[in-house]
């Protein structure tokens, strides 16, 4: 029962430091636009992996744990060019997926 406490306690005092933590979507990405992260979608909502990921943004934006790609590297036009290709791939993977689960 004394290791359960202290664990409890360990695991809140950890929780406590996200601002993210229960937050819903919508919340999550104007916190984490405060760290310079952006989760929205082109029509300004949050994207659909936020409530998954907002944590683990958050702690990377903030240095709790990990950390974000440097900017300045994805200006880089060939790694910007092969990110968006890599983008497209993975919509049309998605939208073909889509299209099959329908079926």
Same mark, same amino acid.
């Given at each position: 029962? &004394?290791?359960?406490?202290? =664990?409890?306690?360990? &695991? ?12 819903? +979507?919508?919340?999550?990405?104007? @916190?984490?636009?405060? #760290?310079? &992260? ?8 949050? #994207? %659909?992996?936020? $409530?998954?990921? /907002?944590? /683990? ?6 240095? @709790?744990?990990?950390? !974000? +790609?440097?900017?300045? !590297? =994805? $200006?880089?036009?060939?790694? #910007?060019?092969?990110? =968006?290709?890599? $983008? ?7 939208? /073909?997926?889509?299209? %099959?689960? @329908?079926?």
């Amino acid at each position: 029962p &004394i290791y359960e406490d202290m =664990l409890r306690e360990l &695991i809140e005092e950890y929780e406590s430091q996200f601002l993210t933590a229960g937050a819903a +979507p919508e919340e999550a990405v104007k @916190i984490l636009l405060r #760290l310079g &992260i952006d989760f929205r979608a082109e029509d300004g909502h949050p #994207l %659909n992996s936020t $409530r998954y990921l /907002q944590r /683990q943004a958050e702690a990377a934006g903030r240095g @709790i744990k990990g950390s !974000l +790609p440097d900017v300045e !590297l =994805l $200006r880089d036009e060939k790694l #910007l060019a092969v990110l =968006l290709d890599e $983008r497209e791939l993975f919509e049309q993977d998605k939208r /073909q997926a889509n299209k %099959n689960s @329908i079926k």
